[in-house]
T-cell receptor, first 110, second 120 residues
Framework: GQQVMQIPQYQHVQEGEDFTTYCNSS?????IQWYKQRPGGHPVFLIQ?????EVKKQKRLTFQFGEAKKNSSLHITATQTTDVGTYFC??????????FGKGTTLSVSS | GAVVSQHPSRVICKSGTSVKIECRSL??????MFWYRQFPKQSLMLMAT?????????EQGVEKDKFLINHASLTLSTLTVTSAHPEDSSFYIC????????????????FGPGTRLTVL
């Protein structure tokens, strides 16, 4: 079945450092979504990317969709302790179910 | 945005008992809801797609007789873990998409807060 590979699995940074997580697919994607899950919480929708080469920003978060629509990245500038959590990319299948990447767990020390 | 609730939030049960988890869309209608399972430090794994008024579609490896899904209305889907065993202990999360009125952006799924099941 369709899968998305997400790296790294874990990332620890000092507060103020940048952070990036990557998702890759072997097949062309119609769209890709990003979610954040805080420890003990449930996934919260961050954004959806649809267009080839699309770049979207939400404050310190920058989301990119590759030109070939096979990869995507989430970059956080100047991390804060509130950024702690696991970031998942997810692919929307034709029947509307989501397939999640394994996630990147971000920890931030102050 | 749209709100999805789950009940209960936590449940502890003895091995062999059955547990029912409810997933409700509070301010929208959902013809389709999804059930996911998440083990500690792992990703969400799709278990099944719940279709209002028809049988659920289960993912490969998920036993339909063990995980009974009922989607009797446009706002409620239930997952019953039958004869639960310790290996069924997990975080169960449902999600729904507003396919009727179009809340949220296209393809956005709204997740419930999850149910943490512990089977002793």
């Amino acid at each position: 079945g369709q899968q998305v590979m997400q790296i790294p699995q874990y990332q620890h940074v000092q507060e103020g450092e940048d952070f990036t997580t990557y998702c890759n697919s072997s097949t062309t994607l119609s769209n890709i979504q990003w979610y954040k899950q805080r420890p003990g919480g449930h996934p919260v929708f961050l954004i959806q990317l649809v267009k080839s080469g699309e770049v979207k920003k939400q404050k310190r978060l920058t989301f990119q969709f590759g030109e070939a629509k096979k990869n995507s990245s989430l970059h956080i500038t100047a991390t804060q302790t509130t950024d702690v959590g696991t970031y998942f990319c997810a692919v929307d299948l034709k029947r509307t179910a989501l397939i999640f990447g394994k996630g990147t767990t971000l920890s931030v020390s102050s | 945005g749209a709100v999805v609730s789950q009940h209960p939030s936590r449940v502890i049960c003895k091995s062999g008992t059955s547990v029912k988890i409810e997933c409700r869309s509070l301010d929208f209608q959902a013809t389709t809801m999804f059930w996911y399972r998440q083990f500690p430090k792992q990703s969400l794994m799709l278990m099944a797609t719940s279709n209002e008024g028809s049988k659920a579609t289960y993912e490969q490896g998920v036993e339909k007789d063990k995980f009974l899904i009922n989607h009797a209305s446009l706002t409620l889907s239930t997952l019953t873990v039958t004869s639960a065993h310790p290996e069924d202990s997990s975080f169960y999360i449902c999600s729904a998409r507003d396919t009727v009125t179009g809340l949220g952006i296209p393809n956005e799924q709204f997740f419930g807060p999850g149910t943490r099941l512990t089977v002793l």
